[in-house]
Nanobody, 114 residues
Framework: QVQFVESGGGLVQPGGSLRLSCAAS????????MGWYRQAPGKQRELVAG???????YYADSVKGRFTISRDNFKKMVTLQMNTLKPEDTAVYYC????????WGQGTQVTVSS
């Protein structure tokens, strides 16, 4: 079992940037495919970016070219660099394994608004 603590969210104007971090506990983090998910008010949680244990990446069409996911297996961390943010990126962001997530952490709120 792996547990996650997300951080780095905040309020940013459209076009701005944020860098989200996810710290994982557990001793076998490196074997998991990881993902950043988000849930906007009234919507289902969705996967926005993924990174495999080998470093291959996946991006939802809505964030492709704007978001970059990376991982540091030694530090047991996953990061999401978000650029050119849009109001529709407003959501609570979570990290977890994929495709079958463990228990969810608290997430970190990202609000994009002028």
């Amino acid at each position: 079992q792996v547990q996650f603590v997300e951080s780095g969210g905040g309020l940013v104007q459209p076009g701005g940037s944020l860098r989200l971090s996810c710290a994982a506990s557990g001793t076998i983090f490196s074997i998991y495919n990881m993902g950043w998910y988000r849930q906007a008010p009234g919507k289902q949680r969705e996967l926005v970016a993924g990174i495999s244990s080998g470093g291959s990446t996946y991006y939802a069409d809505s964030v492709k070219g704007r978001f970059t996911i990376s991982r540091d297996n030694f530090k047991k961390m996953v990061t999401l660099q978000m650029n050119t943010l849009k109001p529709e990126d407003t959501a609570v962001y979570y990290c977890n394994v994929r495709p079958n997530p463990f228990s969810w952490g608290q997430g970190t709120q990202v609000t994009v608004s002028s």
